[in-house]
C-alpha cells in the first residue's frame, strides 16, 4: 500500500522489471502484442487484464484552431497520462490520437465501477489541458474489453467496437464490451449485409422534405432523404443502413444513385409541364477522396438534361474539418458548373468562421441546436442569428434553418431575420407524390402557414 492508500499487487511490479521499460510507448500492433503477451506470460494465470482502447473526440480541432505543435504536446501529454496510469502494463500509440492499452483488471473489479472510474480519470485530464487549447472542447472515446483467452486480436477489435459506440455520445464515455454488445455486433453485421444487399438490387428511393419561405409560405424546394425497402415491403430509415454504407465505401454508389433517382423524378416532371422545384441532394465526405466527383455528376445530371439551378449538393459541415483542402476543390467545382452548395447542420461542429475564410458556398444550414430554449443557450442565439445573417447577407449567402418544429420557432426565426426553414411543423419527409400534390394544392404554399 502506498502513501495515498493505494494497494499495487507486487507481481505486477515483477513483471515489469523483465521487460525493457515498465511503460512502453511503441509504434505499432506487432509490437504492442509481443510486449503484452510477455507481461501476461510473467504473471501468474490467476490474473486477470483487460484492453483499453480509447481516442480524442474532435482532436483535429486543436490542428485546427491551435497548430500542429499543440497537437503533438496533447498526444504526448495523453500517453503519459496513459502510462503513468495505475494497472497501466503496456500502452501504445497506434496511429493519429489511438491509444491501446493492456491493463491490470483486479477479479473483483465490476465492469459499471471501471468505466466510471476511467471516466473520472479522463474528465480530470481534459480539464488540466483546457488551459492549452480553451476554444475546443475535448472528449475521450474509450472501449474496455476484458480479456479472457490470450487472444489478444479479438480483445483489441471489441475494445475498439465499445470504443466506437462510445463515440455516439456527446461526452467523454467509457463502454465496456459485453455479452449484449457482442449479440448487438451480429445484428449489425446482418443489417450491414441487408443494405449491402439492397444497394445492389437499387432497393432504395427517396423523400422529400420541403423547404419553406416564412414571408410566403411558398414552397421553395426540398431535401431529397434516403429510404431502403426490404425485400417484404418495410421501409428503413437512414440511420439503419448510412453507417454501413459509409463504412465500407458503398456510400459513393449511394449517393450516384440517390443522384440519378432525383434527376429522372425531375426530368419526368420537366416533361410533362409540371412544377418543379431545386432539390438538394446529400453527399458523403468520401466523394472529396476524389478529383473527377463533380465532373462525375455533372454528366450524370447532363445526360437528363437538368439545367445545374435545379440542383443542390449538401456537404455537412462536421466533415469540413477532415479534409478542408479537398472539400474546397469539390464545392469550387460543383459551383462551377452552375450548381448550388449548401454547408448543412452548421453549428453542430467547431468550424465557426473558418468557413467563411477558406470556402465558398451558397446556402448555410443552421443547425437545430440554433432553436434551443436552454435559457443560456438561446440568449447566445439570440446574439449569434442576426450576426452569422449580416456575415451571409454581406457575402451573398442563404441562410436555412432546419429542424423547424413548432409556430414559435418559426416567429422567432422571422424576428432574428432567418425567413427559410425547413422542418417537421411544415411537413416531415414524404413521398415524391405526396410532394408532388403539396406543389399544386394551395398554389404551392404549405398547408398550415400562418
Known amino acids: 500500500m502506498d502513501k495515498k492508500g493505494n494497494t499495487y499487487d507486487h507481481t505486477i511490479d515483477s513483471a515489469n522489471?523483465?521487460?525493457?521499460?515498465?511503460?512502453?510507448?511503441l509504434n505499432d500492433y506487432a509490437e504492442f502484442m509481443k510486449k503484452s503477451q510477455s507481461v501476461i506470460r510473467s504473471l501468474t494465470p490467476?490474473?486477470?487484464?483487460?484492453?483499453?482502447?480509447?481516442?480524442?473526440?474532435?482532436?483535429?480541432?486543436?490542428?485546427?484552431?491551435?497548430?500542429?505543435?499543440?497537437?503533438?504536446?496533447?498526444?504526448?501529454?495523453?500517453?503519459?497520462?496513459?502510462?503513468?496510469?495505475?494497472?497501466?502494463?503496456?500502452c501504445n500509440r497506434v496511429f493519429s490520437d489511438h491509444f491501446v492499452c493492456l491493463l491490470f483488471l483486479r477479479q473483483n473489479s465490476m465492469s459499471k465501477e471501471k468505466t466510471t472510474s476511467y471516466r473520472k480519470k479522463f474528465n480530470w485530464f481534459l480539464?488540466?489541458?483546457?488551459?492549452?487549447?480553451?476554444?475546443?472542447?475535448?472528449?475521450?472515446?474509450?472501449?474496455?474489453?476484458?480479456?479472457?483467452?490470450?487472444?489478444?486480436?479479438?480483445?483489441?477489435?471489441?475494445?475498439?467496437?465499445?470504443?466506437?459506440?462510445?463515440?455516439?455520445?456527446?461526452?467523454?464515455?467509457?463502454?465496456?464490451?459485453?455479452k449484449q454488445m457482442n449479440q448487438q455486433m451480429h445484428l449489425e453485421e446482418q443489417t450491414a449485409h441487408l443494405a449491402q444487399a439492397a444497394l445492389r438490387k437499387k432497393r432504395y428511393c427517396f423523400f422529400l422534405q420541403p423547404k419553406v419561405n416564412l414571408h410566403t409560405g411558398q414552397i421553395i424546394g426540398a431535401e431529397a432523404l434516403a429510404r431502403s425497402i426490404t425485400e417484404d415491403g418495410q421501409m428503413m430509415l437512414p440511420d439503419q443502413f448510412i453507417p454501413f454504407l459509409e463504412r465500407n465505401g458503398s456510400i459513393i454508389e449511394m449517393d450516384y444513385l440517390m443522384c440519378r433517382k432525383v434527376c429522372e423524378y425531375l426530368a419526368d416532371r420537366i416533361r410533362q409541364g409540371l412544377p418543379v422545384v431545386a432539390i438538394s441532394v446529400n453527399l458523403s465526405r468520401l466523394h472529396a477522396s476524389y478529383e473527377n466527383t463533380a465532373e462525375v455528376l455533372h454528366a450524370m445530371v447532363s445526360s437528363y438534361h437538368i439545367p445545374p439551378y435545379l440542383l443542390e449538393f449538401e456537404l455537412t459541415e462536421t466533415l469540413l474539418l477532415k479534409g478542408l483542402k479537398s472539400m474546397?476543390?469539390?464545392?469550387?467545382?460543383?459551383?462551377?458548373?452552375?450548381?448550388?452548395?449548401?454547408?448543412?447542420?452548421?453549428?453542430?461542429?467547431?468550424?465557426?468562421?473558418?468557413?467563411?475564410?477558406?470556402?465558398?458556398?451558397?446556402?448555410?444550414k443552421l443547425d437545430k441546436k440554433f432553436l434551443s430554449t436552454d435559457p443560456k443557450v438561446k440568449q447566445r442565439n439570440d446574439a449569434l442569428i442576426p450576426n452569422l445573417i449580416k456575415i451571409a447577407n454581406q457575402l451573398q449567402t442563404t441562410v436555412l434553418c432546419e429542424g423547424v418544429e413548432t409556430a414559435v420557432q418559426c416567429k422567432y426565426l422571422e424576428k432574428m431575420g432567418c425567413h427559410l426553414v425547413q422542418g417537421y411543423y411544415f411537413s416531415e419527409p414524404v413521398p415524391c407524390k405526396t410532394f408532388d400534390k403539396l406543389l399544386v394544392q394551395n398554389h404551392g404554399m404549405v398547408p398550415n402557414w400562418r
Open 17 to 25: 522489471s523483465n521487460l525493457d521499460c515498465p511503460f512502453v510507448h
Open 46 to 90: 490467476q490474473k486477470h487484464f483487460a484492453i483499453l482502447y480509447a481516442d480524442i473526440t474532435d482532436f483535429k480541432t486543436i490542428d485546427t484552431f491551435y497548430g500542429f505543435a499543440e497537437g503533438e504536446r496533447m498526444l504526448e501529454a495523453f500517453s503519459n497520462f496513459l502510462r503513468t496510469s495505475e494497472n497501466i502494463l503496456v
Open 127 to 178: 480539464s488540466k489541458q483546457q488551459i492549452y487549447h480553451p476554444d475546443c472542447y475535448l472528449h475521450i472515446a474509450c472501449g474496455l474489453c476484458e480479456l479472457k483467452t490470450d487472444d489478444l486480436i479479438h480483445a483489441i477489435d471489441h475494445a475498439d467496437t465499445a470504443r466506437k459506440r462510445s463515440k455516439l455520445h456527446s461526452d467523454t464515455t467509457v463502454v465496456w464490451f459485453d
Open 328 to 364: 474546397k476543390h469539390l464545392i469550387d467545382a460543383l459551383r462551377g458548373y452552375g450548381y448550388k452548395v449548401s454547408i448543412d447542420d452548421f453549428g453542430s461542429g467547431y468550424t465557426g468562421t473558418n468557413i467563411w475564410q477558406e470556402l465558398n458556398f451558397d446556402i448555410l
